[in-house]
Structure formats: structure tokens, C-alpha cells
């Protein structure tokens, strides 16, 4: 059975090719029944949890259910225990950990990391939890959730961190300290750097839409800069597109100051 939203005709100034409604979760819990339960991006939406993409809307319904589906909807057929489900708003939910566990089985790894690190920055899972839960994992996917577990950090300030991680693991580049506090030769602290190789005197900056709110933040971050520069330290900075878009410009300007340091 495949059940769909009420669709709107098209006027004459209309694409020619609608895409389908998406049924909405209340029609779909309602379908599917009592034991179906919104997961994998959806749950973590309702979570408030940060993705990397925005994703499809997911249901997962027992694995004995009908072969159904619903327009605008990824439907998964697992079988969900109690203790891995919640309610929120009166609708069931996958719980954090699983839908997390859900997402780094099913995304690719940055997608899998930014979620992950986003339960551990909202203080909504423990590092100790989430490597738990994920390294039970069996099945298609398991060995990245696993990666995930190990390189997801509380200390990840965003998404594009996040990405920028992912990143610097797929490209098999030494694993740098985040958030590593340099300090001068009084001890005073200059910056907290988000990504840092401390042999190679070498900080990376990734910098996102919003990261400069006003001239005084951005005027500050030079200053911070410039600082850096005159203990020693190179520093690189890449925006959210040189992550998402030139990743392989990113990993050659970090693997080439890493390169050079060594042949020093």
C-alpha cells in the first residue's frame, strides 16, 4: 500500500513535473501504527541536534510490517526496543544515543561526526556512552559508527568543526588537539585554537557563516592572529566552503606545512 499527502494542481505558470507532498508524521504514525517511530534526522530535529545536511524524513516501523511507504518519507524496517525510543510532543521518538547510532551507521562520516558531536556538546549523551553504544554496533555501517565514536569530542564548537575533522581523518593526516589553549611566554593566553599540531607549531581556523558578528570580533580575531604569528606559530584558515567544497585544497595546505616541518 502507498498512502500520499493531498497534492495541490498544478496553474499554468507551474513546473510540469510536481514532486510529491510529504505526508506529515502525525498521518504517518497513525498508518504504520503503534510501534513505528520517527528516527534517524527526523528524531534528531526533534532532539535539537545539528546536522550537517538536512536529510529526509525517516519512520522506522518492525521488521514483520508491511511493505507500504509514504511519499516524502525513508522508511526503515528494524525492530525498536523500548529502552532505545522516547516522546516528544506525544510522538515517539528514537532516544538520542539511537538515533545517533542510527545517523553514524547510515550517513557518511562527517555527517555521522557532526551529530555526534553535537549530542556531546549539548551535554545530551557522554563520551563514555556514545562509544559504548556505537561499538556494539553490527551490520552495514558499523565500522564507520565506530570511527565516530572515536573521534567525536564535547570540545567540537560546531558543525563545521565537525566537517573540518572528518576531513583531516579520511585524508589520514596526523590527528591534531582541539580547542588547544597557546599561551605566550608569560603564560598569558593568546588563543584556543580549534585545530592544533603543536610539533609543527601549525593552527588551523575554520571560520563559518556567522563567525564574525560585528568589525570588534573580526578586528579581535586578527589580533589574535598576528599573535600566533609572532610566537611561531603558522596558522591556516579555511570557510565552510573550503571544507565542503575544496576539502582536497584543505588537506594539501595542512599536509604541506606538516611535510615541510618534518624535512626541518
Known sequence: MRFQAEQVVPGPAAAAIVPPAVVSAA?????????????????ARLHGLELAD????????????????????????????????????????????????DLARALPLAGGLAVADSALR?????????????AGLHGPGSGRARLVAG??????????ESLAAA?????????????????DADGRLVARADF??????????????????????????RERSNALVRLGWRVLR?????????PQLVVAAVRGCLVRTVAA
Open 122 to 134: 549539548q551535554r545530551r549523551s557522554t563520551p563514555t556512552a556514545l562509544a559504548a553504544g556505537l
Open 196 to 221: 592544533c599540531w603543536p610539533a609543527a607549531r601549525l593552527v588551523v581556523e575554520v571560520d563559518g557563516f556567522a563567525f564574525h558578528s560585528d568589525r570588534a570580533a573580526y578586528r579581535r580575531d
Open 238 to 246: 579555511f570557510t565552510y566552503e573550503d571544507i565542503r567544497s575544496r
Open 27 to 43: 498521518v504517518v504514525l497513525e498508518h504504520f501504527g503503534p510501534r513505528a517511530t520517527l528516527s534517524h534526522e527526523t528524531a
Open 54 to 101: 538536512p536529510g529526509l524524513e525517516h519512520v522506522t516501523v518492525p521488521r514483520s510490517h508491511s511493505r507500504s511507504r509514504a511519499d516524502g518519507w525513508q522508511v526503515h524496517r528494524r525492530d525498536v526496543p523500548a529502552c532505545d525510543r522516547t516522546v516528544l510532543g506525544g510522538q515517539p521518538v528514537t532516544s538520542v544515543l539511537r538515533t545517533v547510532a
Open 151 to 160: 573521534l567525536a569530542s564535547p570540545l567540537s564548537d560546531s558543525v563545521l
Open 167 to 183: 576531513v583531516f581523518l579520511e585524508a589520514g593526516l596526523p590527528s591534531p588537539l582541539r580547542q588547544h589553549e597557546i599561551s
